[in-house]
Structures are given as C-alpha cells and as structure tokens.
C-alpha cells in the first residue's frame, strides 16, 4: 500500500527499511561463492550496507558519491594492491592483472581483467541500493523486492548446485514481517495503533512460526517437472532425467565438494599411449573445510617454458627424483571440450604443444597461456615405487613443505586427528603410515563407494568430517579427500591431485590405444618422501593405482597389491560389478529407507499437532481477540450483526470475570458488583443500553446511533485485550 507522497518517514522507519533491504541483499549475495569465482562477499556486503545507509537517510550526493567512490577504490586496493604500489607501478600492475586473461593487450585489458571486473561488480551494488531504497523508501513497496529476491534464489536453484531452500524461508521470513511492519505503520497513519504494539508483533511472529513450520514439516509430493539443472548440463538425450544429480566431469572449480552426480559417458580424449596410467592434471594443496584450492601467498611465480623445439620441464619442477622411471610417450587429441590444463600420463618431461606452457612450482600443474590446442603430444615418466627405498625415507622436511602440504584448517574437528593418530599408530615410517590410511579407506572402515545417495555438506559441517564418521559413502573426492587429511593430521605431507583415470585401452602394435571420457574423471593423492618426491596413492575403493611397485618377495608388480581393490581393466578403471560383500542390497536400503522416512514423518506430524493445538489454546483468547479486531462486525442498519458482536463482546468478559449466570440480563450482569480489579467503563455501560435499543427496538434509520456503535466498539476491545 503506498502512502501518501507527503508523508516523511522519521529516522526510526528509515532504520527499520534499512534492515530489510541489507537482509534481502545479504540473500543476493550469498550464494555467489557457490555459482561464481566471487571471493570475500563480506567486503561486497560492506560496501552495500554503506550504499544502503547514505541512500536511505537522504545524505546529500555532494557528500554520497564522493563516499561511494573513495570506498570502491579502497576496497579495489585491499583486493588487489596489498601492499600499495608505487606511483610509478600502477600501469604495470593493472597491465599484468589484464594480461592473464588476454592474449593482446589492447585497450580494452585494462577493464576486463579481473580489477575491472570488481568495480563493474560495485558498480552494479550501487545501482542495486539504489534501486531498494527507492522501492522501500520512497514508494513504500516490499513486496516487488521481495518477490525479485525469491525468483533469483529459485533460478540459482534450478540451474546451479547451489541450494537456496533456506535462502528462499529466510527471505520469506524477512518479508512477512516487514508487511506486519507496514501495515502497523500504516494503522499508525489511519489513528488505528493496537494498544499493544510489543502484543502486535508477538503475534505477528507466532502467526509467521507457525506457517513456516507448517510448510518446512508438512510431506511433499515429488517434482513433476524434470531438473532444469541436468538438462542445461547434458545437452543430450538424457536431458529428460528426473533427479537433481549432475553429470560429472573434469571440474575447474573444487571449492565445494559433495553431492550426488550422473555418469557422464561422452568421449573427453582419445590418445595413444605406451602404457595405460593415470592422466594427471593438477594438484591442489589447501584444504578448507569444504574442498580445496591453490595456495598462492609465499609460493613462486609460475615460470614459462617454451619451446625450443619442445618444451623442457626443468629439474626443479619434475614429479620425482632418485627412482628407476620409464618414459611413456602419448598423443592426445581432444573430442569437444578442451581445458586449459595440460594432462600427462605421469610426470612430465617434454611437451609439444605448438605454444609456450606456464609452469608452477612442485609440479602443481601445467597451464596453456592461450587458447588449449585440440592435440598435442608428451613424454611423461612414471616411476617404479621401491617400497625398501620409501620406507628409509626421514620425516625431517624443508619448511616450506610442511608449511603448505601440513596445512590443515582451525576448525577441524578433532575426531578426525583422533582417528588419524589411531591409523598410524602402528606405522614407524610415512610410506607404512601412507599405506595404512589407504587400506583403511579402501577395504577396512567400512566404507561404500556411491555416486547417487551423496549429500552436500552444509555450511557448518566438514567435508571430510562428514564422510568418515556420518555417511561412510561417496566417490573418488570423498576418498582422496579424506587421505590427504588424515595423513596431515598424522604430520605426512601429502595433497590432493585430479585428472582422469586411465580410461578404455586397446593394445595395438605395441601401442596403446585409450578412449577417455568424462566419466574417467578421478582424484587421488599425491605423498611427499624426501629425496625422492611425490609418489601417487589410491584410496577409492575398486580403484588400482596403475603404478608399478618393487618388493623384495615379488621384485615387481605391475600395480598396487590385487587384495586391496578388485582389478579394473585396464589399470584404473572403476570395475561397476564390484561390491562390498556387507553392503545391503538397493532394495533392502530401500525398504529401510522408505520404513525410516514414514516413521520420521508421522513422528514430525504428531508433533506438530501437538504443538498446533497447544498453540491455540495457550493463545485462544489473544487468537479471539484478534479476530474480533480484524474484522469488525458493527455496519448501519445491521441488527443482527450488532447483537452478535455485543454477544461476542460478553464472551470476552467472561475470560475475564466469569460466565454469566441464567437469570442475569446484559444490564445486570455489565452493572453487577462482581467485578473484581476494575468497574465497568462508561464505554461499557453505553454499548450495553444500544445492544438493548436494538435488541428490543426498532433503530434503522438512526444514523447517530450506528456510527456511536462503531466508535464504541474500537474502544471497547482496546480496554479489552487479554
């Protein structure tokens, strides 16, 4: 309802708008780390509070926008420039921020680089504070904003991963209010305030509880329409599907880990190889709780190599050192999409990329610059683990070492360290303590590998945490997530690396013949040993690490040991027949889900019928109250109406001073000195000889008498509130 244009908010209502529309862009700007590479959305919230606040009290734009802008250029600087540069160093730097994205520099790099996209994103906070206030403030409309908010929440939700369920009951919640907020605002314009105004919004927030907790509670029927999301991501015939999982893929962003996928069978690569092994990406080396990513501060800058005629990887950079290795020649060509990581079957050695790579440090990964080539061809080396040699190795490490690949963040719970310490307490060495936590998570926790029932851990919840101690299923992440984590917690270095799997290989002439696809994507761990590097780990169940290994009863094995996993083929390849002989069978999990969802449900139910009906007779007589203030029952000329609501009127006063006896008139009982705290008010007495005039005369054409009803009828239930 829009009020008058004349009508001035005061400082407090300005407030109170302020508080919403912070709350509704709170909402905006929450899932963005979820569905973007937006990074530090508290700094972003900061900055459109302050939009918010000089907007919303009128602060002159002599003032405003010079605020605005000084604030935008502070927090870019916060952002990008820490410590601040140099007069001199501005261009430069603005330059090189440009060219990691652009091949040229023209013009244009100097906004299109990740600064230029900040300020555009400010900007646009602006534009959006802007546009609240003038919607809440000056036309006095939430429900437009509100309406906005939860259609983009919604989106997010069909088209992304994000799950805005809570985001959409939040927003709805601050929106129910503010309408209770209004329309006392607008009783106070009418000289209609209730004389409770503390009673007012007490029952404004049962009433919003209670329909809330209905709607959250109360059974729902399945979706009948298909999931957007899978069907934007398939772009195929299995659009049609009827779940909420995504086909998976080499994922670019690992920040969020979890929840449920899809096999995704489409061809990624095919190549010809000398051997089948694992095609290896990238490593990633900081844990957050939820997933990982790069650690940047304190590392060197990545380094170009180019080609001269092919790209050499340097010494300082390879994989692994001090260990009998054979090259592993591979041609890959690209079916569609094309990353821009460099994938190698072991550690590289030489590339022929037709283009310059970009190096980081400890073999972290190689990077194309430019646009990736559809083929390319590498010289890899994959080593022959000597477990004699790796369990000599000393657990005395350079610093830098410790300081990345022990990194663990603060809020760990410590049941995890617990169980670290718990794997390992047997092992003397870090091969035997790496070994340890692999068959632990492979054959002996009583884990399950899944790809379906996966759920996503909420914002408080660990992802490893999750994993071992309350879900014990999951995929590939899950597994090597959780190794890396334990063998921190148990002081091994170790990180976290992703690629494909090795794929479908066809030996011909010599060669191997390897069809990769999307499904092939796979993590797994990558342990340091001192003097000898870093040697790759399997932990997901029917999973083998393609690996050879040297024993001493054996003097060569062309994999890990065959009792730890069942063999895929060829080497690293998901074996679908293989299953945990204690997991229950899909219809037995089934029925026991099916039987423990009904009984969750009827125990909800009964509880909330039981909290529903205490409800409403603990407030019955606030709930009458209220029904009889929001709809008043006096109108011209109708008797009966008016007889009705003096009955009602009787009705309260008997909660408050008992029922009326057989014999007692109206009069009688109204005059009556029964009353114990209070006598009767003069309202009272006069409504009483009305009800009488009408019960008993004829008063139709009584203009006077109907309009001294309705007056008296609005004081009468203000003296009357329970």
Known sequence: MVSPPHEEWDWEKRLGALVFAALLGWEWLWPLPQV??????????????????????????KISIPVKMTAILVLLIGFYFSPLPQPGEWRAILLDEAMRWHEEPPFWSYFTGPPGRTVAFFLLLWAAAAFLVRQMVWKRRMLFP???????????????????????????LYGLFCLAWFRLNRLHRDDRTPSSVRGWYAATWSLIALAVGIGWLAPKADASWPDPLSWVTSLDERAG????????????DDSRLGGPFIQDRRIAFRATADRPYYWRGEALDIYTGHGWEKETKGMPVPIHLYPDPTVQAPDPILL????????????????????????????????????????????????????????????????????????????????????????????????????????TADADNPYDKARAVEQFLQTGGGFRYETRDVPVPKENEDFVDQFLFDTKQGYCNHFSSAMVVLLRAADVPARWVKGFAPGEAELEDDRYHVTVRNADAHSWVEVYFNDVGWIPFEPTPGFTNPTPVVREETQEDSGEDASSAPLPSPGGRRNPEARDPSASTPSEEKDAQTSDAGNHWAWWTA???????????????????????RYPRIEKGNRSMLIQSFRHLLRLLAWKRGPRKPHQT????????????????????????????????????????????????RALLKQTRP
């Open 146 to 172: 509100l309406l906005l908010t939860v259609a983009y929440l919604s989106i997010l939700d069909s088209f992304t991963l994000f799950d805005g369920k809570g985001a959409v009951i939040r927003s709805m």
């Open 607 to 629: 509880g909330l019928l039981l909290l529903t009906g205490w409800a409403v007779w603990t407030f019955r007589r606030r709930l009458f109250w209220w029904w009889l203030h």
């Open 320 to 423: 692994f050192r001090n260990l009998e290795t054979e090259d592993n020649r591979a041609t890959i060509t690209w079916n569609q999409s094309r990353y821009h990581v460099l994938f190698a079957p072991g550690g590289l050695r030489r590339a022929d990329p037709g283009q310059p790579l970009i190096a980081e440090w400890d073999h972290r990964g190689f990077f194309f610059p430019y646009d990736p080539p559809g083929r390319y061809s590498v010289t890899a080396e994959i080593p022959r683990i000597d477990e004699e040699k790796l369990r000599q190795s000393d657990e005395e490490y350079p610093e830098e070492i410790r300081r990345t690949y022990q990194q663990l963040p603060d809020n760990l719970p410590d049941r995890v360290k617990k169980l670290a310490r718990k794997i």
């Open 241 to 252: 599907n009827k779940t909420n999982h995504r086909f998976i893929g080499y994922s670019t």
């Open 36 to 61: 973007t590479d937006t990074r530090k959305i508290g700094w972003f919230a900061v900055a459109f509070l302050l939009f918010l606040s000089l907007d919303t009290f009128r602060v002159s734009k």
């Open 666 to 713: 109206a009069r009688e009982y109204i005059s009556g000195g029964e009353w114990i705290f209070s006598a009767p008010t003069s309202e009272m007495r006069e409504i009483t000889r009305l009800f009488e005039r009408v019960r008993y005369g004829r008063t139709e054409k009584e203009t006077s008498l109907w309009d001294r009803a309705r007056d008296l009828w």
